[in-house]
């Protein structure tokens, strides 16, 4: 996107670098330290490539890179024109990671954790009232993209039934657990982890999905929530968004 371009253009205007330099180090010099070189980044028989075909030549001028004429991706010519359309079908929204965080509002849930939660123990509430539950991280407990992060928050369309970990506090028995507001079943592992068992009919589709535990009513202290904890999102992605899972350096 236009990012990477102006990182380009900073390169060479400011870091004194050569635009065959600045090219090479958004293709065949990450491929290399990946280790992954011989099947990607460069131009040659048996490769694999996404062509980006430009207007002018960028070794005279880096800023060439934005006057794009066509892509190929996947071995077909994109549609690079504007569609209205775009937005409304997208089924993850937003702007990647930056703007949709896997977890939300981590930085105020784990404020929230040292009034409600301590040490292994849920906080001292009044009987049969459930402490607040916050939810910190998830885990497909699967490597199916060359990034751990990515691996760790997203699955592909079509993939089987998923053991979801969640990990937070305050998690009990007696909770539900709701994956795009539908009831899960779930496996308790302890206050501060669970499993949701999530069928394979709901990871066909692309698209972000909540995740929320929520507490039976009433809560013991209103200030700190209703009993719905923040929500967490897995990617179900595209199933050839990647051209191969992660398999290790080799």
């Known amino acids: 996107g236009p990012a990477v371009h102006h990182e380009m253009e900073i390169l060479v205007e400011d870091g004194g670098f050569t635009p065959m330099q600045v090219l090479q180090g958004a293709t065949k ?146 909770a539900q657990v709701f994956f795009d507001d539908r009831a899960m079943p779930f496996e308790l592992k302890s206050i501060t982890e669970m499993e949701i068992i999530i069928d394979e009919r709901y990871l066909r589709s692309p698209g972000r999905y909540k995740i929320q535990v929520r507490n039976p009513p009433p809560p013991p202290n209103p200030v700190w929530g209703d009993g719905r904890s923040n929500a967490a999102w897995l990617l179900v992605t595209y199933k050839d968004s990647l051209l191969q899972p992660w398999t290790g350096l080799r």
């Not at 930056?98 to 954790?113: Q, S």
């Not at 079509?158 to 506090?169: E, I, Q, S, W």
């Open 29 to 174: 010099w990450p491929a290399e330290l990946m280790r992954v070189g011989k099947d990607i980044s460069t131009v040659e028989a048996g490769k694999l490539a996404d062509i980006v075909v430009l207007n002018a030549d960028p070794l005279e001028n880096i800023s060439n890179v934005k006057n794009i004429s066509a892509v190929m991706f996947n071995g077909t010519l994109l549609d690079g024109r504007y569609h209205a359309w775009f937005n409304e079908n997208n089924p993850f929204q937003g702007d990647g990671f930056i703007g949709l965080p896997p977890v939300e509002d981590l930085a105020f849930t784990l404020i929230k954790k040292r009034a409600v939660y301590r040490e292994g123990q849920v906080g001292r509430v009044a009987a049969a009232r459930l402490a607040q539950p916050g939810i910190e991280t998830i885990d497909t407990q699967r490597r199916e993209f060359f990034d751990e992060y990515v691996s760790k928050v997203a699955v592909r369309e079509g993939g089987p039934a998923l053991r979801l970990k969640v990990t937070g506090y305050n998690f009990f028995d007696r």
